[in-house]
């Protein structure tokens, strides 16, 4: 295997870190690692970061932080253009998040958003790439969507071989054996016994494929829930005392990271290996554990299914046939069906869904084309046109006010003239990604031509506009840019205006123009504010 590029090598240990009990003192390093990655302008390692920071708010069930971080990364991810994995990367984080506060039909269609925008790339398989279809798996099984996880898994699995990659081998391995176990149970529930012990052994096996000796996972919590999930299969396939030492040893530390779902299946194992030694009532209390547990998850998860059957049949076994126990069995048969019931109506959904996903990308790459600047991947001179008027009519009915900022670079026919116009062309795609990071998702951009670019900012006077427009020319006249030879910096020049009663798309552009023409007058590298409309425009 090789070893990973040194900068992802601190990305991997801050990332199980916080899926190994470390979660809070992560989030506080990597604070200062975003701040220094936006600094240096650095956008691949500040979308790992971000990626780090939901894994560490998702292991402390902060969901909605987590959500947060997600939508972050793909607003970041829009300027990039054709390279679209990040954004796929932050649907599927999403669609966990989603699933975990049981807002499931968001979930699906950020998950089939994700799984579109995978199932375009055609670029060299890269790290991101690999992890995006992770988080792609890990959605699907918790929706139990195990055919297209199957799928998913194995093109994880030529990313890893391609990169010969220890950590994607790690993650094909193990999630390929928690997909065997889950599906295992769900055959096992139905009766298909056959079946589910076939899967009970590929779970070994897909465990077993996992690489040896790779030392910050070996440190982390991974291989003892691996070994947990391990000694299930087992005893699922009849082993009693043999995995009860081993499952001892290792369910205390998965439990301190209060990982409730592998608790459970740590502790539906103990009660089928105790059933199996012919303990009963030793089977009976790690069943309650385990079925105490599942209430706990977010829905009816194959896992809690499984611990409501393992309670019935040993009351049903120890206690005999009684009212009490043949109404509980019945009750669980009930909860079984109707799970079974709701996965084959889950296919059948997200089946759909990505058959209109594909459709509805196919009409986005369309109007995207005709709204979007190819070279930048920021809006066009004709998304301005659109979207402007709208804006305005919106901040007429709220009175909520609306600036416009019309930008241009100082002496940019130089860069083309002296270094070359591809030189230029790196440096309006480079000027792109820090004029959208600094934006919200709210704000509008677009390249109107050239080298000037119309920003619209709703919710904000001219004033709190001038602060955040001076800013950023601040920050792109310190910036060192990585397409120019050291030493060379570039100026851009600003105008802005506040829309006023009756301001037509045309009056506005027009004011903010006029602003950004005196401004240039004054010596450029400069913000000027339009205060108020000629008197033509009123």
């Known amino acids: 295997m090789k070893p990973r590029p040194a900068e992802l090598a601190d990305i991997t240990r801050l990332l199980v870190r916080a899926q190994s009990g470390e979660a809070r003192h992560v989030l506080t390093e990597v604070d200062g690692l975003l701040a220094e990655?936006?600094?240096?302008?650095?956008?691949?390692r500040a979308q790992w970061l971000r990626f780090v920071r939901f894994a560490s708010f998702h292991e402390l069930h902060l969901l909605d932080a987590a959500d947060e971080e997600a939508q972050e990364m793909i607003r970041l991810a829009e300027p990039l253009g054709g390279d679209r994995i990040w954004e796929a990367f932050g649907h599927a984080l999403r669609s966990m998040a989603l699933l975990l506060r049981n807002r499931f039909e968001p979930a699906y269609d950020q998950l089939a958003r994700a799984v579109v925008l995978l199932e375009e790339q055609q670029t060299t398989p890269g790290y991101a790439m690999g992890h995006a279809i992770n988080a792609a798996v890990l959605a699907m099984v918790r929706l139990d969507l195990y055919e297209f996880a199957m799928?998913?898994?194995?093109?994880?699995?030529?990313?890893?071989?391609?990169?010969s990659d220890a950590m994607l081998h790690t993650l094909y391995a193990y999630n390929s054996g928690w997909l065997q176990l889950?599906?295992?149970?769900?055959?096992?529930?139905?009766?298909?016994?056959?079946?589910?012990?076939?899967?009970?052994?590929?779970?070994?096996?897909?465990?077993?494929?996992?690489?040896?000796?790779?030392?910050?996972?070996?440190?982390?919590?991974?291989?003892?829930e691996v070994v947990v999930q391990a000694c299930a299969a087992r005893?699922?396939?009849?082993?009693?005392?043999?995995?009860?030492?081993?499952?001892?040893?290792?369910?205390?530390?998965?439990?301190?990271?209060?990982?409730?779902?592998?608790?459970?299946?740590?502790?539906?194992?103990?009660?089928?290996?105790?059933?199996?030694?012919g303990d009963l009532d030793r089977a009976l209390e790690y069943a309650e554990h385990a079925r105490t547990l599942g209430d706990s998850l977010p829905r009816l998860h194959v896992a809690t299914a499984r611990a409501y059957r393992e309670y019935a049949e040993l009351v049903r076994r120890r206690e005999g046939t009684s009212p009490a126990t043949e109404a509980f069995a019945r009750l669980t048969e009930v909860l079984v069906r109707d799970r079974w019931e709701e996965r084959r109506a889950r296919v059948q959904s997200f089946e759909e869904r990505l058959a209109t996903e594909r459709v509805q990308d196919e009409l986005r790459r369309r109007a995207a084309a005709y709204l979007t600047d190819p070279l930048t991947g920021l809006g066009n001179r004709r998304l301005i046109e659109i979207r402007l008027p709208e804006l305005l009519v919106e901040?007429?009915?709220?009175?909520?006010?609306?600036?416009?900022?019309?930008?241009?670079?100082?002496?940019?026919?130089?860069?083309?003239?002296?270094?070359?116009?591809?030189?230029?062309?790196?440096?309006?795609r480079e000027l792109a990604q820090e004029m959208r990071a600094a934006l919200s998702s709210d704000d509008a951009i677009a390249r109107f031509g050239g080298e000037e670019f119309v920003?619209?900012?709703?919710?904000?006077?001219?004033?709190q506009a001038y602060e955040l427009i001076d800013g950023l020319r601040q920050r792109i006249a310190d910036r060192v840019w990585n397409c120019l030879p050291e030493g060379r910096r570039i100026r851009i020049t600003a105008g802005l205006a506040q829309s006023w009663n009756g301001a037509t798309r045309t009056q506005l552009l027009a004011a903010a123009d006029e602003a950004l023409l005196r401004a240039k007058r004054q010596g450029k590298n400069r913000v000027e504010i339009r205060a108020s409309p000629l008197p033509?425009?009123?």
């Open 536 to 538: 033509d425009d009123l």
């Open 37 to 44: 990655a936006l600094n240096q302008h650095a956008y691949d």
């Open 151 to 163: 799928a998913w898994l194995e093109r994880l699995r030529g990313v890893a071989e391609e990169l």
């Open 455 to 463: 920003i619209v900012l709703p919710n904000r006077t001219a004033e």
């Open 182 to 224: 889950n599906w295992a149970s769900e055959l096992e529930l139905i009766g298909e016994l056959d079946e589910a012990r076939e899967h009970y052994r590929l779970t070994l096996e897909a465990f077993q494929s996992a690489p040896r000796g790779v030392d910050v996972i070996d440190r982390s919590y991974w291989p003892r």
């Open 395 to 428: 901040s007429a009915a709220t009175r909520r006010p609306l600036s416009v900022a019309f930008i241009d670079i100082d002496d940019f026919k130089s860069v083309n003239d002296e270094l070359s116009h591809l030189v230029g062309d790196d440096l309006l």
């Open 235 to 277: 005893a699922m396939l009849g082993e009693g005392e043999s995995v009860i030492p081993e499952l001892r040893a290792n369910i205390g530390a998965v439990t301190s990271t209060q990982r409730y779902e592998a608790t459970l299946v740590g502790h539906l194992a103990l009660a089928r290996a105790w059933a199996n030694a």
